[in-house]
């Protein structure tokens, strides 16, 4: 029988792995075919389906910086690249100055929860808000732009302020530039009314970074554009123009207060002084005008927030269906809340929240949930989850679908349908799964929550028309007539009805605080039915209208509420306030010139760079360069060093290109190493100096998506890298001895060539307050060879695999177990160089790698020296117990260092190494413990410092303090 050659056996694994694997995406979705439309100042890019959005942003986007560039004082060099996709349901953009000025804007509009949710035109919120950041971080002068026109755009000294002062100036500019924005937000002013009023307001030095307790990320925007606003209210709308030309200018940034002095005469300590105590002055009178005006009485059903929302009464009256987040390790998804006695259990698994119904049989509960289509779209979909069978099916496909509602007979689902900047409702016939959209197409820009009348007669929504802000409507299904219920410049939420059809209950914030409203359909007049402090939402109706059930927000976020009904406090809804300007756009033509979109004005190199490092015989200086497109389809980077010492030069390049599924990478290198204890000289085992030439092709199919089974749920990525590669080694080192001496014997060098394959998988999930991944694997398998067929001077297979686990604690939270395994195991003709070389972790001089940006990476057992352990086979075990004993989160004053948190991991390594036989004997142990801090350097820079000490606790073990820059598994 014939004997299969090594590389025959790669090549079959490549053709099976390569037939179970389907074509996947690139960053963007491979069908989009792009065009461009050039400005005078920007180059638009957009793909099919966009052109009618494309029409408006090239005039819109010009407004915008005729408006907003004088205000700053900046107008960029370059014009700026911008980017709009539709591959997502989520509404965001992003922008950035290094190398070259972008932006990249998802066309989704923002849902009615959403936090850029307050608008009278989304698109010029979010274009002014990313464009601001351009034009901040874009401006420089003084010797910052002389050192740019050498090296390109290096230096860029405004990208290294804190994020409360970034995003508080770009929130002051959407507010100004438009009727809305979160400076005008009640849903912002509640969040930091509550803050105030509950005593939990934070420090100007707390506001650096994200925390892990609500607000969550949202702390930077929502400190920052209360202050930010304060300081253009009290110093002037120039200020920030003057504030960013002064820091542009610094060559060592991270000096915010001395600017703000030299700009205003004031600093910014002095200033949060006076800002804070003007807040402290003016929640506290809202609080003695609502007192005043007799606060609803109510009972909190749940405690803690941050996410107990979306209160859904099921039809036997006596559970409540809500949406449940903690933000921490447990189960998110939809809950049930029993209304007898509080008992709450879980219905199913979900990550998105928003609203959802039961069918009318109260067996089934329909939701929408964000998932992956062909692996490149991000979209929601309707799922229906049989409570009784515990199953869970997918009802639509692609249709944007989300905020679904029951029609009382079972037979239909109202629901809104995401579009490229709008939205619309539709209903799904479950019998035979049609469709239909009985609004006239262009009578509202967005659609929210459609709520069918109790008989089934009347649907009631939330919309918004072009330019205009949300009102509340209901549509007479027998004549598709439209009747505006509200017609203000109010935010109109979350409508519901009252069980007998009477009453439309809605929240509003036409007082400036959201509380629930009832419109009566017998007589037509509004009434206010809550007086809160903060802020109630989603009000639900019991079946004998003695109950009001809402979701209530206080510091902690929000929780369900109930309160008793009586009809006779219920008050004439007063009249509107004048909450957000009403305005009027004078937009004038733009002229553009529209061709196919050509990657070369966004890919050739931009700058070039500074580098440091290390090569076989010590430091290393040098250059590297780098680019990508717009559109991510084609990347970049090249860099070329110089030995200081060994007077050589080494190099590297790689391109990689998405414009097919797969992606394609290629990459060349010569770089010059030390392999420790690789040579023998005499009976002594010495350092084996290399160097090498190396390249290769590779092909990596990235995937993603979401497993729905019963109630859980869960979401997961995974991807199958396959490529050749190839190495020309030659040795560095030089011994001379004598002819009674034997030769000295260094490891195999040649030329090297072969085939390789991985596959990986992993659905670990992250929460805030914890340490790295806190739930969930991942784990990883790859082969590779290297074959006389392809050339290569040595013939070698080798196999390897690893897995992680990470396991909450479930009784004490940011407490969490994390273990790892990792093997390999191979087989080659060499004789002295081994294929696997493991150890404990190299020294490291923090100062340095601080400075550099530098990360140790590797797996490593701890308490042996570096590289210790040589063989053809390998088994590693790691174990840590990582949980948190201080959330600091906290900084010094405006200083560039925020403290985020102080953890602990006792340790546990194990690792055997061997070429011939298994011994257990020769298996290696270490423990120690390490503490760790976690940390923002420069505003932005997030590092661990960790801090060890590590014991070997068999032969060649060590003990002695580790430190170290991250490297967690």
């Known amino acids: 029988m014939r004997t299969l050659h090594l590389t025959e056996v790669t090549v079959v694994i490549l053709a099976l792995l390569l037939w179970f694997v389907p074509a996947v995406a690139s960053a963007y979705p491979s069908a989009y075919e792009y065009r461009t439309r050039e400005t005078e100042h920007f180059r638009i890019s957009y793909h099919q389906g966009e052109e009618e ?80 950041h351009i034009l901040q971080l874009d401006t420089k002068g003084g010797l910052v732009s002389v050192v740019n026109k050498i090296f390109g755009k290096t230096l860029n000294p405004n990208q290294q302020t804190p994020r409360w002062y970034s995003e508080g100036s770009a929130i002051w500019s959407e507010s100004r530039m438009g009727a809305g924005g979160r400076n005008r937000s009640s849903f912002f002013e509640m969040y930091m009314r509550a803050n105030f009023l509950e005593g939990r307001d934070l420090d100007i030095s707390e506001w650096h970074a994200e925390r892990h307790e609500w607000p969550y990320g949202n702390t930077v925007y929502l400190y920052g554009m209360k202050f930010l606003q304060y300081m253009a209210d009290k110093t002037g709308d120039d200020t920030l123009a003057a504030l960013g030309y002064l820091y542009g ?121 964000a998932q992956n289509y062909q692996r490149e779209y991000y979209y929601y979909d309707l799922f229906l989850h049989d409570m009784d069978r515990g199953e869970t099916r997918r009802i639509t496909t692609r249709k944007r679908a989300q905020e679904p509602d029951f029609h009382p007979d079972g037979s239909r689902i109202a629901y809104v349908s995401m579009l490229p900047g709008k939205s619309r409702l539709e209903i799904l016939n479950l019998d035979h799964g049609g469709t239909e959209m009985p609004l006239p197409e262009g009578l509202f820009e967005q659609v929210y929550q459609p709520r069918w009348s109790p008989d089934g007669k009347h649907l009631a929504f939330v919309a918004r028309p072009r330019f205009g802000f949300k009102d509340l409507y209901v549509m007479d299904m027998a004549d598709n007539r439209v009747i505006n219920l509200s017609s203000d410049n109010a935010q109109d939420l979350t409508p519901s009805w009252s069980p007998d059809g009477r009453y439309l209950l809605w ?48 510091s902690d976020a929000f929780d369900l509420a109930r309160m008793d009904i009586d009809r006779s406090l219920w008050m004439r809804a007063p009249a509107m306030p004048e909450l957000r300007p009403k305005k009027e756009y004078d937009m004038k033509p733009v002229e553009y010139t529209d061709r196919e979109y050509s990657p070369f004005p966004s890919i050739y190199p931009k700058l070039w760079h500074p580098t440091w490092g290390e090569d076989a015989k010590g430091d290393t200086v040098g250059i590297t360069t780098w680019g990508d497109d717009l559109t991510y389809r084609h990347s970049w980077q090249a860099e070329f060093d110089y ?6 030069p080494t190099f590297g390049a790689s391109y990689t290109t998405r414009i097919f599924a797969p992606s394609i990478s290629m990459r060349f290198a010569n770089t010059s190493y030390t392999l420790p204890e690789a040579a023998l000289v005499g009976s002594k085992r010495v350092d084996q100096d290399e160097s090498r030439y190396s390249g290769g092709i590779s092909m990596s199919f990235p995937m993603a998506g979401r497993e729905n089974r019963g109630r859980d749920t869960w979401t997961y990525s995974h991807g199958v890298s396959i490529g050749y590669s190839y190495s020309y080694t030659r040795l560095l080192n030089t011994y001379s001895y004598s002819p009674l001496e034997n030769p000295p014997v260094f490891a195999e060098n ?31 398998v790859s082969v590779s060879t290297q074959s006389d067929a392809l050339g290569s001077d040595y013939n070698n297979i080798v196999a390897s695999a690893g897995y992680a686990e990470f396991i909450a604690n479930p009784w004490v939270d940011h407490h969490v177990l994390a273990l790892k395994f990792n093997g390999g195991m191979g087989v080659s003709n060499y004789r002295e160089r081994k294929i696997f070389y493991i150890g404990g972790p190299p020294e490291r001089d923090i100062v340095s790698d601080l400075i550099r940006d530098e990360r140790v990476s590797g797996s490593y057992v701890r308490g042996y020296r570096p590289y210790a352990l040589g063989g053809d086979k390998y088994l590693m075990f790691n174990s840590e117990y990582r949980f948190v004993v201080w959330h600091i989160e906290k900084g010094i004053y405006t200083l560039p260092v925020f403290f985020r948190r102080l953890h602990l991991a006792p340790f546990f390594d194990a690792a055997n190494v061997w070429s011939e036989r298994l011994e257990a004997g020769e298996t290696r142990m270490g423990v120690g413990g390490e503490v760790r801090l976690d940390m923002v350097f420069g505003y932005a820079r997030p590092a661990t410092i960790r801090i060890g000490y590590q014991v070997g606790l068999n032969e060649g073990g060590i003990h002695g303090f580790i430190m170290a820059l991250d490297n967690l598994f």
Do not use: C
């Open 53 to 132: 959005l494309a029409d408006y942003v090239v005039v819109l986007i010009e407004d915008i910086h005729s408006n907003l560039s004088p205000i700053l004082d900046w107008k960029p060099g370059q014009k700026t690249e911008v980017l709009l996709v539709d591959h997502t349901d989520s509404s965001n953009g992003f922008s950035n100055v290094y190398p070259y000025n972008r932006l990249v804007l998802y066309m989704a509009p923002p849902g009615q929860d959403n936090a850029l949710n307050d608008y009278d035109d989304w698109l010029r919120l979010l274009i002014a808000h990313e464009y601001t």
């Open 249 to 369: 200018q610094r060559l060592i940034p991270y000096s915010l207060n001395t600017v703000m002095k030299q700009a205003t005469d004031t600093d910014w300590l002095q200033l949060y002084d006076e800002w804070r105590a003007q807040l402290k002055s003016r929640y506290e009178e809202d609080r003695r005008r609502l007192e005043k005006l007799g606060l609803s009485r109510f009972e909190l059903l749940t405690s803690g927030g941050p996410a107990h929302g979306s209160p859904l009464l099921h039809p036997s009256g006596s559970r409540m269906a809500f949406y449940f987040n903690d933000g921490k390790s447990s189960r998110n998804g939809w809950y049930f809340y029993d209304v007898r006695n509080g008992e709450k259990s879980l219905i199913v698994e979900s990550d998105s929240g928003g609203a959802a119904d039961f069918a009318p049989d109260g067996r089934r509960l329909v939701y929408s949930q």
């Open 507 to 554: 929240s509003s914030d036409r007082s400036g605080i959201f509380n629930i409203y009832a419109f009566d359909t017998r007589d037509g007049e509004v009434y206010q039915i809550t007086n809160v402090l903060t802020g109630a939402f989603e009000p639900q109706m019991n079946a004998d209208a003695s109950s009001l059930y809402f979701a209530y927000y206080s």
């Open 643 to 648: 030995g200081i010492e060994s007077r050589a």
């Open 750 to 780: 040649g030329f090297m060539s072969g085939l390789g394959v991985s596959w990986s998988y992993s659905n670990r999930e992250g929460y805030p307050g914890y340490v790295g991944t806190s739930a969930g694997r991942s784990f990883y």
